[in-house]
């Protein structure tokens, strides 16, 4: 007599095991195919045959390339891009500095990057300055304001900001707001439904939830983007929450926002008008959203994004080129430093040449992960000849680069695989001697806060520490 629990439960566990073994070996097959970078296939080869449990939800919410997909097709972006190109093109004199024409080349081959001249900067260092910056423009919009933040936190500087759109709404100016549904993952609903129920069109950034979980939660919207009337634009590290005010028990908050006013408004307003179609569907491209501007400055500015899909990662790349530009100094703030390779041999490339390359981070970081993940490759550019600085005053969040007295950015990028790989990010590039001697002045008065590492003293921490730092830096690219 046969027993059928018995044989039902072999074929159970035969079909199983063929799903199982059938899901890493196509998992592995697809990871192949992807043509990546080797050492990243064979990291996840190697997960997947010894871990492969782990190595199946790893890769199922973090592994997945997005490189190839597009936001938006050809055609409804030469649309958006009508207006801003025509604006560029109607430049009476737009003189490209020699020294920066290939960089300026390489952001408009690959994110169509238009360099516009005649632009006002302010430079904010302190998050009060730029809220009440913020404050003041916001009360003057008379036609739209576009606004788009990582974090938008339910508390005090949250709700103040918050209050000023609906009253805004309230009086016919049109108001949009994309907020990142991981960074605000906290955020009571309640507080983005006041606003809608005022006349605020909000949108979530890749909402996050089951069933369609998958990779939208390592793929995040790190960008802080204001548009006014189209005229008056901000765009830095600096999110909307009260720490960035008040900084932390231990020390402040110290970060870096610029706003804008001119031209490069338009790459602003472009960046934000791609992400509006993203999260609604919507193709925004009327005049109104780019009015005529006047010379209100003299700085030439390239407004530049970056995402995990398209071909190309094209703010790491522009970092690549300009690290190995540098002629006299290249200057680097982060919170994070957890380099591709690229980067890391740019940078060790241009000290070994002689080139003044100086790396400010944060003494005390918000994240201890990634703050073991940084210094684990501390060593790597010491020996090259980078200068390394750890800021004491407080936190030290400022994405700023500075070049050469002429090139300067700031923007919402870490220089870590996240914002490199993974996250939707924006930059400003500006080509400019008196911005960038205004930024080279900002970092020599960070500077003046932080202590200098140097190569003997770094090699003489405990080993215990070397050791967490370098099982860290393995888990680097998920950071």
């Known amino acids: 007599m046969f027993d059928w629990n018995y044989i039902m439960s072999q ?9 199982y073994f059938g899901a890493i070996i196509g998992t592995i097959i697809v990871i192949i195919l992807d043509n990546r970078n080797p050492v990243k296939t064979m990291a996840w080869i190697l997960i997947l045959m010894f871990l492969p449990i782990v190595g199946l939800v790893f890769y199922f919410f973090f592994g997945r390339s997005r490189r190839r997909e597009r936001i938006i097709g050809k055609k409804s972006y030469g649309s958006l891009l009508k207006k801003p190109m025509a604006e560029y093109l109607a430049q009476d004199s737009c003189a490209l500095p020699m ?63 918050r209050d000023v759109l609906i009253e ?49 939660v390592n793929f995040r919207n790190h960008r802080k983007i204001v548009i006014i009337d189209g005229s008056v634009g901000f765009v830095g590290g600096m999110n909307l929450a009260e720490r960035y005010m008040r900084g932390y028990s231990w020390g402040i908050w110290r970060d870096t926002h610029l706003l804008l006013e001119g031209k490069a408004v338009h790459g602003l307003q472009t960046a934000f008008l791609l992400d509006w179609y993203f999260v609604d569907r919507t193709l925004i491209t009327s005049a109104r959203y780019f009015p005529k501007q006047a ?59 002689g080139v003044d390359v100086r790396l400010m981070l944060p003494y005390r970081a918000d994240n201890r992960l990634t703050h073991l993940g940084s210094c684990s490759y501390l060593a790597d ?84 520490r070397k050791a967490a730092e370098s099982v860290v830096r393995l888990l680097a690219p998920l950071l």
């Open 11 to 19: 074929i159970a566990t035969i079909a199983f095991d063929i799903l």
């Open 99 to 161: 020294a920066y024409s290939r960089l300026i080349s390489l952001f408009r081959q690959t994110n169509q990057a238009l360099p516009f001249d005649g632009n006002r900067v302010e430079v904010y260092t302190l998050g009060l300055s730029m809220l009440q910056s913020l404050l003041r423009e916001l009360e003057k919009a008379k036609h739209h304001i576009h606004m788009e933040f990582y974090i938008f936190e339910d508390d005090a500087i949250g709700r103040l900001v």
């Open 168 to 216: 805004k709404a309230r009086a016919g100016v049109e108001v949009r707001v994309i907020y990142d549904d991981v960074g605000c993952w906290h955020v009571p609903n309640r507080f983005f439904e006041v606003m809608r129920e005022a006349g605020v069109e909000v949108r979530s950034f890749l909402k996050v939830r089951f069933p369609l979980f998958t990779s939208k």
């Open 295 to 353: 010379i209100c400055g003299t700085s030439l500015a390239q407004i530049v994004t970056s995402e995990p899909i398209g071909l190309w990662k094209e703010i790491m790349q522009g970092l690549v080129m300009a690290i190995s530009g540098a002629k006299k100094y290249f200057y680097v703030q982060t919170p994070y430093f957890l380099p591709t390779e690229a980067v890391l041999i740019a940078m060790q490339t241009a000290a070994l040449s």
């Open 381 to 464: 550019t010491l020996q090259s000849g980078v200068k390394v600085y750890f800021y004491k005053k407080g936190f030290l969040h400022s994405k700023l680069m500075v070049s050469d007295d002429e090139l300067s950015t700031v923007g919402s990028t870490n220089m870590d695989f996240r914002s490199f790989e993974h996250n939707f990010e924006v930059n400003a590039f500006i080509y400019d001697t008196e911005t960038a001697l205004q930024m080279r002045e900002i970092f020599l008065q960070d500077q003046r806060e932080s202590v200098q590492v140097f190569l003997k003293n770094w090699e003489k921490r405990p080993w215990y």
